[in-house]
């Protein structure tokens, strides 16, 4: 009869727990592994989003200083002619002078500036395209608070004001001689308005733009 085979050290009872402890060691290391890889995973993601919202930030701010920089251009341009125009009118007024067939209009024509009373429309893109795509919640609460402000006050002074000189300017009076005097002096109120306003949006623009400065 054969004898058994004795048993290797590697086979003995005392060298199996070594084996499940070196085992559960190997797995604890791999999960640890898993979870590293893991979480750099979303830090990387994390950075690289971080990464792209502060050049969809800094675009907008780019957008915003060349798109007031260009609407202060424009007012800078029109606003001295429209409180020349005013003033013009203001004189028209007490002229005693003036040919009594002649219209509100003809005095308008007469005395109007070069280039007309000219209101160039004042751009709202970077505005429209930073509430479009959620820019604006990217930038500084400061900032977005100046700029939010600054639009607001451009779309409801000068609009409503262009709108009725534009409307009054074609009324019907402007071409009766009997309602000349009247008509000039509404008009100069009208450009008086306008000319304050825009001298008040240009300072609310210079103020965004330092704000803006102040932002990078």
Known sequence: MTPAPEKTASESPRSRPRVRENGRSRFLFESILIVLSVLLGFALTAWGERRTEKRVAETALEN???EIESNLEQLERVQPKHAQFAQRL????DEVALDPAET????????????????P???EAAWETAMSTGALRLLDYEIAASLSETYFIQRSTLLPTIRLLSDRF???ENFDPAARDQMIIVHQMMLTELAGQ???LIDVFRNSLERLGAGN
């Not at 203001?90 to 007024?93: E, R």
């Open 64 to 66: 915003f200083r060349a």
């Open 90 to 93: 203001v004189q028209a007024a």
């Open 104 to 119: 509100a209009f003809q005095v308008f024509v007469r005395l109007m500036p070069e280039g007309g009373i000219d209101t």
């Open 121 to 123: 429309p004042l751009r």
């Open 170 to 172: 074609l009324a019907t």
């Open 198 to 200: 825009e001298s008040y």
